[in-house]
């Protein structure tokens, strides 16, 4: 399914995002993509540049919508696991990332996910494996 | 190495602790020990549980430490890989996350963690590698 | 549960094990040892060192069984995702894999494991999530 | 570089390939493509599939050769860390694997993969990080 504009809205208003910087731009069936513009306190030890926990925070909330808008209205997810890399610092303030569903079994999804900074060069990269549940529906 | 207490002070004191609700508690010689206790707000999408980003946060940090015991003064480390999984869901808001290093090469080094609730569940474990880094010495 | 002597015998003579020169040789209750003494046509391409592909089939499949002991009589299992890292190059010619499931929820099963030579220097380190199943029973 | 048709033969001639039913069919620069026909004597324990570490060790060593390609002449590499996922049995006897680098620093490689069978089903994802160095070069 596609989550619509409304429902967006409604996600990007929850305070993790808030307290990180996030932000979900585009929501399409299996393909979602985020920005993320973290404040000066998610910045260390490092500084400019968010500690690697919050762009896995990104990534794994990310991936986490990919397999939502595979699973449905009235479900929500865990994470099972997630491996992340991180080939590059991540430097400039600003943040895309984009998920995308390689396997959905119904119960299990499989999802993968790139972070760029603003000059396209790759800060992380990551696969997870997500289990849908029908408890707490988020959708 | 062993942390020195005053190190530790310096440690816990930083932006991003405070925000996640972090303390380093313990530091020997590549074993670290340190606690969550996570305000709501990083506490989503399931109520009074810390974001799975949040735990890995913890876990990525506390590991980090246990390489820079290692490292010694002068030191910083990056983060290359880090897998973890979530066995259990992340409940009662106290948790504590103990990482030893399996393996130091002088420029790598290999960590795992786990993280269990107040109960002793284990809702986190963890392996990463780490790569020892001069610039920005923060030991 | 154990698994028995004569269980370990038939499990040991699986044409796997035969190719890669695995034997399993302890196995309590979540707790499984394996040897390695891996086959010339094994090791490649660093003479004398077996490729990590035979070392990650040894941890898997010794994991496994260490999932197996937990879900007992009647089951078998399926990896869903594991995570290898290889601290040191993989010399000596023998080598000894230690599995220890760190948590196991009846359906699923959370496992670690480490792999060491003859010395008792870290090769390779784990961990994964195995789905346990009904069909084809192995014990 | 492009890695030569008289170099793939010389990989594919390895006794590992020959012992897993394996070969390199295709190598542009950072993206390398293989094929996997199992023998018997791999496909255990479930009757016709191939262990999941068998294919792992397709993975592992296609990436390799994606990492060398752009690694270049007188290089090989090892493998840090690989993480792999199975979001399917490996059913059908006959299965593709296409690895792509995502990231080079000189140092090391960030590269991914998918293995699917013959109608195209996802059996395995992975991404690992490669370690060139200048010893036992291979190209």
């Known amino acids: 399914m596609v989550i619509s504009t409304e429902q967006i809205e ?31 306190n998610v910045c260390w030890p ?11 925070t990104q990534m794994d909330s990310t991936m986490a919508w990919a397999a939502l808008s595979k699973a449905g209205e009235g479900t929500n997810c865990g994470t099972i696991n997630l491996e992340i890399q991180y080939p590059s610092p991540a430097k ?13 079994t119904g119960r299990s999804c499989f ?25 707490h529906p988020i959708l």
């Open 46 to 56: 490092f500084p400019g540049q968010p500690h690697g926990g919050i762009l896995f």
């Open 10 to 40: 409604t996600i990007n208003a929850n305070p993790l995002y808030q307290t990180i910087g996030m932000r979900v731009i585009s929501a399409e069936d299996g393909r979602i993509i985020s920005h993320l513009t973290p404040p000066e």
């Open 111 to 135: 999802v993968r996910g790139e972070t760029r900074d603003k000059d396209g060069t790759l800060v992380a990269m990551g696969q997870g494996t997500f289990r849908i549940i029908k408890v």
């Open 92 to 104: 400039g303030g600003f943040f895309t990332c984009e998920t995308q569903v390689l396997h959905f």
